[in-house]
């Protein structure tokens, strides 16, 4: 079983750069691939990225493609997702989750653990 705690939101202005964090607790975070998603208000939870966990393979919503870097450091037990070029669209909360299964997921039914979810706030 895995904990995860996200920190790093905040409120910022359109063009703005901001890098989210996910602690995950215990010990076998590499084996876990871990995804971001988003959920503005009214609207369903989004998938934004993903890492596999042993390659480091990477996957990203459209939206974000090229604006946002996800990374992870198995030593440290975190999941990055660096957001440059940020948008009044990208206004959300942010929460990061973990599947104990190798490979990119896009689906929130995917994973197995989800953080509490930290809120960004894009002003134009």
């Known amino acids: 079983q895995v904990q995860l705690v996200e920190s790093g939101g905040g409120l910022v202005q359109a063009g703005d750069s901001l890098r989210l964090s996910c602690a995950a607790s215990g010990r076998t975070f590499s084996s876990y691939s871990m995804g971001w998603f988003r959920q503005a208000p009214g609207k369903e939870r989004e998938f934004v990225a993903a890492?596999?966990?042993?390659?480091?393979?990477?996957y990203y919503a459209d939206s974000v493609k090229g604006r946002f870097t996800i990374s992870r450091d198995n030593t440290k037990n975190t999941v990055s997702l660096q957001m440059n070029s940020l948008k009044p669209e990208d206004t959300a909360v942010y929460y990061c989750?973990?599947?104990?299964?190798?490979?990119?997921?896009?689906?929130?039914?995917?994973?197995?653990?989800w953080g509490q979810g930290t809120q960004v706030t894009v002003s134009s």
């Open positions: 989750a973990a599947v104990g299964r190798s490979g990119t997921f896009l689906r929130t039914y995917e994973y197995d653990y």
């Open positions: 890492i596999s966990r042993s390659v480091g393979n990477t």
